[in-house]
């Protein structure tokens, strides 16, 4: 059974730094796509940042100079540095691993990270 396990939310003060951690069991999961996405009340879950396996990360306009994607494949792990936190990004980060050639994809738990001072 694969199961995606998130840690390291919470609160935050604007202009703080975070890290959240995904772990991952029950596979391989070296040529999946790697991702975390956002969502707040009432709105869809958007992409934050992804890494494909060659290690190329893509980042959300938003977040660009300010988070950094990093992942492991011997832990299934992907990482999450966030810096500069804003108020506006406080939300539930979710962590997703998605393998392109067959659509088998998995979401973490949703983590909940709060910037308020």
């Known amino acids: 059974q694969v199961q995606l396990v998130e840690s390291g939310g919470g609160l935050v003060q604007p202009g703080g730094s975070m890290r959240l951690s995904c772990v991952a069991s029950?596979?391989?999961?070296?040529?999946?796509?790697m991702a975390w996405y956002r969502q707040t009340p009432g709105n869809q879950r958007e992409l934050v940042a992804s890494m494909a396996t060659c290690g190329n990360p893509v980042y959300a306009d938003s977040v660009k100079g300010r988070f950094t994607i990093s992942r492991d494949n011997h832990l299934s792990a992907v990482f999450l540095h966030m810096n500069n936190l804003r108020p506006a990004e406080a939300a539930v980060y979710y962590c997703h691993f998605l393998r392109g050639s067959t659509g088998h994809n998995y979401w973490g738990q949703g983590t909940p990270v709060p910037v308020s001072s």
């Open positions: 029950g596979g391989d999961f070296s040529v999946y796509l």
